[in-house]
T-cell receptor, first 109, second 116 residues
């Protein structure tokens, strides 16, 4: 399968709580990227982390990468109802991008 | 960054017909990608399209079913041929922008295809 795995498949939290999503992949990568997709809409690029980086921050987002375990995590802090969306990791396998299975996040107001 | 448009945004087609989806980028890019997103699923890479060469297809996708054109550095088309209801999906094109090691991918808005 092209796709990596993400867990959990679905996550429901209260506004203000933190949300953590995990992504595992299969092969060596150039970088890993996280995307958000609101229901029925396009993909929004959130953050890119290179293979030689271990952690990266952008606003309320924190991404970690462990290449030895072939895994990454996305942490959204102080979640808001507007964060409700599907989140996908995508690995840059040297000019090919493969997406994980996605996590559906529901943030309840 | 890159701004990408797709036409049509959506279509409803009859079984057995073909639909060509256009993808236009606002800057010249070397590589363009076509993805399919079936309902409730993640994105699956169909093929990579480089200008001046034949597209490279992923396992499970063939040129006869999904012919691709890449006539220049800002444009590509994907045709979904001899459609069946199983082809009902969102089809997205994307481009890669950036320097080696930091290539970001930008996506078009997608074409929502329904096959009856």
């Amino acid at each position: 399968s092209q796709q990596g795995e993400e867990d959990p498949q679905a996550l429901s939290i209260q506004e203000g709580e933190n949300a953590t999503m995990n992504c595992s992949y299969k092969t060596s990568i150039n970088n890993l990227q996280w995307y958000r997709q609101n229901s029925g809409r396009g993909l929004v690029h959130l953050i890119l982390i290179r293979s030689n980086e271990r952690e990266k921050h952008s606003g309320r987002l924190r991404v970690t990468l462990d290449t030895s375990k072939k895994s990454s995590s996305l942490l959204i802090t102080a979640s808001r109802a507007a964060d409700t969306a599907s989140y996908f990791c995508a690995t840059d396998n040297f000019n090919k991008f493969y997406f994980g299975s996605g996590t559906k996040l529901n943030v309840k107001p | 960054s890159a701004v990408i448009s797709q036409k049509p945004s959506r279509d409803i087609c009859q079984r057995g017909t073909s639909l060509t989806i256009q993808c236009q980028v606002d800057s010249q890019v070397t590589m363009m990608f076509w993805y399919r997103q079936q309902p409730g699923q993640s994105l699956t890479l169909i093929a990579t399209a480089n200008q001046g060469s034949e597209a490279t297809y992923e396992s499970g996708f063939v040129i006869d079913k999904f012919p691709i054109s890449r006539p220049n550095l800002t444009f590509s088309t994907l045709t979904v041929s001899n459609m069946s209801p199983e082809d009902s999906s969102i089809y997205l094109c994307s481009v890669e922008v950036g320097t080696s090691g930091s290539n970001e991918q930008f996506f078009g808005p997608g074409t929502r295809l329904t096959v009856l």
